[in-house]
Structures are given as structure tokens and as C-alpha cells.
């Protein structure tokens, strides 16, 4: 099978945002983490999302972190910013801060908790989209945002020329077969558990977290999907069951993926800002564990 169009690249890493153990901002580890993920299989990043702790960082440190990441991958991966919150002001600023810094794009998640009706949803999500010239990536995650997107408002959004794709993480396959064959909206998989199974149902890519160790294989599995090779595909997504089990159900992303990265040696902490806290030894441990296991383990160079 040949995968749809990616407006976005195949493989994208919704990015950790590193802090220091002072809570501040680290803008030379979010550098380091950028460029790791590149050279690691990723041809995009997420920077910003709620994997990047963005509901407690303010519009001057969501700025500075983009243009950090901007200036450290260059033009070797797309870079999308995370502009998605409650309050559809606050989204346009950050979409605006977001396309005069260079950002390729934006990714708008539903407004979480305001519990907004269908029609406020477009008209959010079509605000965000008009204030800026830059191509958006919905984000359905009714899990945290307590409501879904209808189907009936993905036909009316995406007339919106500049609302081309979504990052699903509803986990209703059918569902999403039925609004990309409506819409023409491309797909990607916003759930690690199913990205093999979003990419044979016709979704452009991924949008992982999990990506923060496993970039090179998702993009082995990607293309093998690409070519037809839907054994290697289901080889390789195998192979990955008990990292994704570690990183995403033992405890939040943004927790795992920043201890994942520590033990690999990318960051020096895994700081996280309350209401979430690091990741504890044992869990720590345990991500040590799975990442030697799965092949994942890239020991610490000498310093």
C-alpha cells in the first residue's frame, strides 16, 4: 500500500520541554533533545503540545522554546508548535508568535474542560486557523479534552484552507476512515498503542511519544508499511509492545519520556513542572530495563 499525502512529515515526536531543577526553562537541553530526535528517525517535531507540559508554560517561554528548536534542526525536520488551549485568544497569540518565529504549522487540541458545543469548536478551531498563515493539525483527544470532534464538524472545518489534518486519539478506527474518505483531512496516528493500525487505515503518520525513543524504528515501520511489507511492519511494532506499555501506561508521557530520555543519557534530569512530578526510581528503573531489552539503550558517551 502506498500512504497518503503528509502535509506534516511521517514520523513526529510531540517533544518534552525540559526545565531545570529550579522549575526554569532549559532551552540548551530542549536543543539537544530536538537534535537527538532528528538524528534518531524523526522528520518532525510537536514543540509545545500537552506531552510538552504547555498548559504550565507562559507564551514568552512557549516563544523562546520554538525558537530554540528552530534554530537547532534547521530545515532538517518540520516543526510544528502546539498553540491548542482554553481560550481561543490566547491560541491566536501563540499562533501568531508561532508563524513570525518560522514554524511550519500549528497543532490546535480541543478546548479542554470549557466543554464547548460543536459549533464552538469550529469557531475556535477556525479563529486559530485565521489568524495565522499557517497550516493547522486538529487535535481530537476526548480523553483529556471531554469532548470529541463530530464528524459533522470536521466537514465544516476542513472547507477551511488552511485546516488540512488531525492527530487522533479517540481510538475509533472506523470513525476515522469515515472522516478521511468526507473530508480529505490527513490523518496521523495520536496514539502509540495504534499507529500500525491508524497507518493501515490510511493516516499519513505518527505523532508519538514514545517516538522520543523509537524514532528510527517507527520510520523502518512506516516505510515497510509504504512498500507493502506489512510483516516487517507488524515485526517491528511488536518489537515496540513493552516500550510503549512502559512509557505510556505507567505513568503520564511528559514523566516517562523525559526519564526515558535521562537514562538514554539526552537530558541530565527529568524535571516536570506541578501538578506532575518526576518519575520515581522504580519506574525509572523499570524504563532501563524495557529500553535494554527492546535494543533502545544507547549508553552515555564519555565525557
Known amino acids: ?5 503528509a502535509p506534516f512529515g511521517r514520523v513526529l515526536t510531540a517533544m518534552v520541554t525540559p526545565f531545570r531543577a529550579d522549575g526554569s526553562l532549559d532551552t540548551d537541553a530542549a536543543a539537544r533533545v530536538a537534535e537527538h530526535l532528528v538524528d534518531h528517525g524523526n522528520d518532525g517535531l510537536v514543540v509545545s503540545g500537552t506531552t510538552g507540559e ?25 516543526v510544528v508548535a502546539g498553540v491548542g488551549t482554553n481560550n481561543t485568544a490566547h ?28 459549533e464552538g469548536l469550529a469557531a475556535h478551531f477556525e479563529a486559530v486557523a485565521d489568524a495565522a498563515g499557517l497550516p493547522v493539525m486538529l487535535y481530537d483527544i476526548p480523553g483529556r479534552s471531554a469532548i470529541a470532534i463530530a464528524e459533522d464538524t470536521y466537514r465544516r472545518v ?9 492527530k487522533d486519539a479517540v481510538g475509533d478506527l472506523y470513525r476515522g476512515v469515515r472522516v478521511m474518505a468526507d473530508t480529505g ?19 499519513s503518520g505518527v505523532v508519538s511519544v514514545v517516538g522520543h525513543v523509537a524514532g528510527r524504528r517507527y520510520a523502518a515501520m512506516v516505510e515497510a508499511v509504504d512498500r507493502g511489507d506489512l510483516d516487517t511492519a507488524l515485526e517491528i511494532y511488536r518489537s515496540l509492545v513493552p516500550v510503549v506499555d512502559v512509557i505510556m501506561h505507567r505513568a503520564q508521557g511528559a514523566m516517562t519520556a523525559k526519564a526515558a530520555l ?21 519506574l525509572v528503573a523499570e524504563i532501563r530495563t524495557v529500553l535494554r531489552s527492546a535494543g533502545l539503550l544507547e549508553e552515555p558517551s564519555p565525557k
Open 1 to 5: 500500500m502506498t500512504l497518503a499525502p
Open 91 to 118: 491560541s491566536v497569540e501563540l499562533a501568531v508568535q508561532a508563524e513570525k518565529l518560522g514554524a511550519a504549522g500549528t497543532l490546535v487540541v480541543t478546548p479542554y474542560y470549557n466543554k464547548p458545543t460543536q
Open 262 to 282: 535521562q537514562v538514554l543519557g539526552v537530558l541530565d534530569g527529568r524535571h516536570v513542572r506541578l501538578p506532575l512530578v518526576p518519575a520515581g526510581d522504580d
Open 54 to 78: 504547555s498548559p504550565t508554560t507562559s507564551t514568552e517561554e512557549d516563544g523562546r522554546l520554538l525558537r530554540a528548536v528552530l534554530e537547532a534542526v534547521g530545515d532538517r525536520a518540520t
Open 185 to 203: 483531512l490527513a490523518f496521523y496516528s495520536g496514539d502509540d498503542v495504534l499507529n500500525l493500525a491508524w497507518l493501515t487505515h490510511g493516516a
Open 158 to 166: 476542513a472547507t477551511h484552507e488552511r485546516i488540512v489534518a488531525v
